[in-house]
C-alpha cells in the first residue's frame, strides 16, 4: 500500500506538468514524421536497397611496368570474367587507369569513388605460394567503399583458396580451382531480404522503434528529477526514517515513473499505427516486454547516475548525454555501415531493443527475437542490481 501511494504521488507530480506532457507524447510523433518522411530515400519496399553503382578505378601495375604485352595481373585467374559478370556491372562502373597518382588525383576530384591496385605478377606470386596484397583505396563515399570493399574481397576469397588448393593438392589442383573462377555460371553476390518472408521495412517503421526505444530511455529522467529534488531538499533520509522500507521507496518511485512511460509507449505504437501505417509485427507480447525491459533499464540507468552525481544538473546532462550516443552507436538516428560503430553498438541497450523490434515488424520468428530479448534481459538485470546496491549505499545518506 504504502509502494503504490509513492508511485501515485509520482504520477500525479508528471501528469501536472503541460511541458512534460507534450515532451513525453507528442514530440515523438513529431519527429517520427520529420525522419521517416525526410529519410524515407534510404529505406526501399524491394528486397534491394538502391545504391548507384559505384565507379571504380583500377590499376594494374605490372602493365604499367612491363607493358601491355606482359598481360593483366588478374585476368589469368578470371579478373575479366569476374568485373563483366553482370551481378558486379550492376554494383561498380570500372575504368583501367595506368598509375597509382592518377588514382588518387581521380578521387581526390570526386571522379572515382574507389581505387584498386594490382600489384606487379599477382598470377604468378599466388601460384608460387607467395604473399601478395592489393591496395584498396577508399574515396569519400562510404556506402560505395563498403560495397566495392565486398566485392572485391569475395574475387580475393577466391584468390586465396586457390592458393591453398595450390599447397594441398598441386599444379593440377590449381587448374581445376582456376577452371572454376573463371566459370561463367558463377555468382559472387547474392541479393537477399532481411527476412525469410521477403519482408524489409519502411523508413517510418525503422524509426518508430528507434524514436520508441530513445524516449522510453528519456522516461528515466524523471526518476532522475525526482530522486535529485528528493537528495536536494533532504527527504529521502526522513522517508527513510518513517515506517517505510527502502525497497518500497525505490520501486514506488520506479513503478510512478514507469506507468507514465507505458503510457508514453501505447501512445507512439498506437498513433504510429493509426497515423502513419505503421506495422508493428504479429506478437505485440513481445513488443510489451521489449518495452518493459527498455524502460527498467531506463531507470535503473538514471538512479545509478543521479545517486553518483554531485547536482542534479550534472545528472541531467550526464544521462541525456548517454542515451544520445547510445541511439548513435546503434543506428537509431541512422543505420551506419561503419564496423567499429556496430561493434559498439552491441554494448548499448539501444542495439538489442531495436534490433528485436525490428525481427517482429519483420515477421520473424519468437525464438529469433527471443535472442535479443534475452541479451536485453541481461543488461536489465545488471543495471538492476547496479542501481539497487547504489541506492542502498548512497541513496539516503547526506
Not at 91 to 110: D, F, G, H, M, Y
Not at 212 to 217: A, G, K, Q, S, W
Not at 298 to 308: A, E, R
Not at 338 to 359: K, P
Request: charged content about 15%.
Amino acid at each position: 500500500m504504502k509502494l503504490w501511494t509513492i508511485a501515485w504521488f509520482e504520477l500525479r507530480i508528471l501528469t501536472r506538468t503541460r511541458a512534460v506532457l507534450l515532451n513525453l507524447f507528442l514530440l515523438p510523433m513529431v519527429l517520427i514524421f520529420i525522419l521517416g518522411s525526410a529519410l524515407s530515400g534510404n529505406f526501399t519496399d524491394s528486397t534491394e536497397a538502391a545504391i548507384d553503382p559505384a565507379r571504380v578505378v583500377v590499376v594494374e601495375v605490372q602493365a604499367e611496368a612491363e607493358g601491355d604485352a606482359a598481360g593483366r595481373s588478374g585476368t589469368g585467374f578470371g579478373f575479366k570474367e569476374f568485373l563483366d559478370s553482370p551481378e558486379i556491372k550492376q554494383r561498380l562502373q570500372v575504368e583501367n587507369i595506368t598509375s597509382r597518382e592518377k588514382a588518387i588525383q581521380a578521387l581526390t576530384r570526386r571522379e572515382a569513388d574507389f581505387a584498386v591496385v594490382i600489384p606487379p605478377d599477382f598470377e604468378q606470386r599466388v601460384t608460387a605460394r607467395e604473399e601478395v596484397k592489393w591496395e584498396l583505396i577508399p574515396g569519400s563515399d562510404s556506402v560505395k567503399n563498403l560495397v566495392a570493399e565486398m566485392v572485391f574481397q569475395a574475387y580475393l576469397d577466391e584468390a586465396n583458396q586457390i592458393q591453398a588448393v595450390s599447397i594441398a593438392l598441386g599444379p593440377n589442383g590449381v587448374l581445376e580451382a582456376m577452371g572454376g573462377m573463371n566459370d561463367a555460371d558463377s555468382t559472387y553476390v547474392e541479393t537477399a531480404s532481411l527476412s525469410e518472408q521477403g519482408k524489409t521495412y519502411s523508413s517510418f517503421q525503422y524509426y518508430a522503434a528507434s524514436m520508441l526505444i530513445m524516449f522510453l530511455l528519456y522516461s528515466g529522467l524523471s526518476a532522475s528529477i525526482s530522486l535529485s529534488e528528493e537528495k536536494r531538499n533532504k527527504t529521502l533520509y526522513r522517508l527513510n526514517a518513517m515506517p517505510v522500507s527502502t525497497l518500497e521507496i525505490f520501486t514506488g518511485k520506479i513503478a510512478g515513473n514507469g506507468l507514465v512511460a507505458f503510457l508514453q509507449a501505447a501512445v507512439i505504437i498506437g498513433g504510429t499505427s493509426q497515423l502513419y501505417g505503421v506495422d508493428w509485427g504479429n506478437h505485440l507480447w513481445l513488443l510489451i516486454l521489449i518495452c518493459v525491459l527498455v524502460v527498467m533499464s531506463s531507470m535503473m540507468l538514471s538512479v545509478i547516475i543521479t545517486l553518483l552525481s554531485k547536482s542534479s544538473a550534472v545528472a541531467r546532462s550526464v544521462v541525456v548525454t548517454v542515451i544520445v550516443i547510445m541511439t548513435f552507436l546503434s543506428g537509431g538516428f541512422q543505420p551506419l555501415p561503419i564496423e567499429l560503430v556496430q561493434r559498439l553498438g552491441e554494448f548499448t541497450v539501444n542495439h538489442w531493443a531495436l534490433q528485436g523490434t525490428l525481427r517482429l515488424m519483420l515477421g520473424a520468428d519468437p525464438a529469433q527475437v527471443m535472442q535479443y530479448i534475452s541479451m536485453l534481459s541481461l543488461y536489465c538485470g545488471l543495471l538492476l542490481v547496479a542501481g539497487i546496491f547504489v541506492y542502498r549505499k548512497v541513496g539516503y545518506h547526506e
